[in-house]
């Protein structure tokens, strides 16, 4: 059973437009929430985070919306860049103490010149 | 700066063979975790352990197994690797805490094994 869902496998948008990527969860333990973007051939790096007592945080050109009632996050990233293109997983975790992970399955993001 | 390493970037076996993936941080984590990256599937959480010597099953631990002798290495283990056990393998590290910096996780580059 998939805890975590990214329902579009991919996404494709203009440089200069906004990208959004969208996951959701059913698991409402879940408590702290995670994107990370990962290119070919190299691991994931993390991106940007939210907390369950927040409804957004924003770093840079990335905001993430958390909907707890909706159990649904999304990914902004305003404006795209070429650079952005790559494979953007969330992740939740329910707070124990290992701070496991659960991961989606993950979008690929194509941001076109 | 946080590193996470991992033996080799690319590696073939035959089917039946013992495998070994190797993987070392250098940020004192006390979590260390091996995940399997599919198509379509994501990353799937195989065996992690939170301290030396101690592990515990992920999602995913049939054909696999750990050992953890030291802090800072992880070692994966196939026992008798299968050609369904070909698969990207991430290693990833994080520290034991109740505040966000025990959330976040380091990964390696990953090994891309192929069994044939």
């Not at chain 1, 999304?74 to 795209?80: A, D, T």
């Not at chain 2, 283990?77 to 380091?106: D, H, K, R, V, W």
Request: aromatic residues 12%; contains cysteine.
């Amino acid at each position: 059973d998939q805890q975590v869902k990214q329902n579009s496998p991919s996404l494709s948008v203009q440089e200069g437009r906004i990208s959004i990527l969208n996951c959701d969860y059913t698991n409402s333990m879940f408590d702290y929430f995670l994107w990370y973007k990962k290119y070919p051939a190299e691991g994931p790096t993390f991106l940007i985070s939210i907390s369950s007592i927040k409804d957004k945080n924003e770093d840079g050109r990335f905001t993430v919306f958390l909907n707890k009632s909706a159990k649904h996050l999304s990914l902004h990233i305003v404006p795209s860049q070429p650079g952005d293109s790559a494979v953007y997983f969330c992740a939740a975790s329910d707070s124990g103490a290992t701070n496991k992970l659960i991961f989606g399955t993950g979008t690929l993001l194509a941001v076109q010149p | 700066d946080v590193k996470v390493t991992q033996s080799s970037r690319y590696l073939v076996k035959r089917t039946g063979e013992k495998v070994f993936l190797e993987c070392v941080q250098d940020m004192d984590h006390e979590n260390m975790f091996w995940y399997r990256q599919d198509p379509g599937l994501g990353l799937r959480l195989i065996y992690f352990s939170y301290d030396v010597k101690m592990k515990e099953k992920g999602d995913i631990p049939e054909g696999y197994s750990v050992s953890r002798e030291k802090k800072e290495r992880f070692s994966l283990i196939l026992e008798s690797a299968s050609t369904n056990q070909t698969s990207m393998y991430l290693c990833a590290s994080s520290f034991t805490s109740g505040s966000p910096l025990g959330y976040e996780q380091y990964f390696g580059p990953g090994t891309r094994l192929t069994v044939t």
